[in-house]
């Protein structure tokens, strides 16, 4: 019963990232590669820290929130304070916080009655394809500053 209500689960989850595409971790992604490009086009001078720091605090003030706006500063502070973060850093510090740890995953992994291995091994399989989905999208869609 439990594998057929993950089935339906997934299908509606599939269904609703197909019409609402932006929802979805590709869709943050995008996201955060558009504003990236569009900050560098508009100030190619400003130094790259800067301008990764800054789509991290225009995250922070963007709405819907999955936190509130100081525990979200809170989290992305150490990587504010990072001299050599990297776009890739900015967008899986992003995605993480908003798919992983801020829906205490756990929970409800443990509330569908998913062993402590299958939260764990669901988790990694999550994060390897959003290490991938990250770096893919980056080599496709931004633009190298000439």
Request: charged fraction near 25%; glycine fraction near 2%; charge should be positive.
């Amino acid at each position: 019963m439990m594998k057929i209500f993950q089935i339906i689960i997934s299908l509606i989850v599939s269904l609703f990232s197909k019409i609402f595409p932006f929802t979805t971790h590709k869709g943050v992604i995008n996201t955060q590669i558009s504003i990236y490009n569009r900050l560098k086009s508009v100030a190619p001078e400003m130094p790259e820290n800067d301008l990764l720091n800054h789509l991290v605090i225009s995250r922070v003030k963007s709405r819907p929130r999955v936190a509130s706006q100081e525990e979200e500063y809170a989290h992305y502070k150490p990587l504010l304070e990072n001299p050599d973060k990297t776009l890739e850093d900015v967008i899986w510090a992003i995605v993480e916080y908003e798919y992983i740890l801020s829906r205490d995953v756990f929970a409800k992994a443990s509330k569908m009655g998913l062993s402590p291995t299958e939260m764990l091994s669901g988790i990694d399989n999550f994060t390897a394809r959003v290490a991938r989905d990250i770096k893919e999208s980056i080599e496709k869609r931004v633009k190298k500053r000439s």
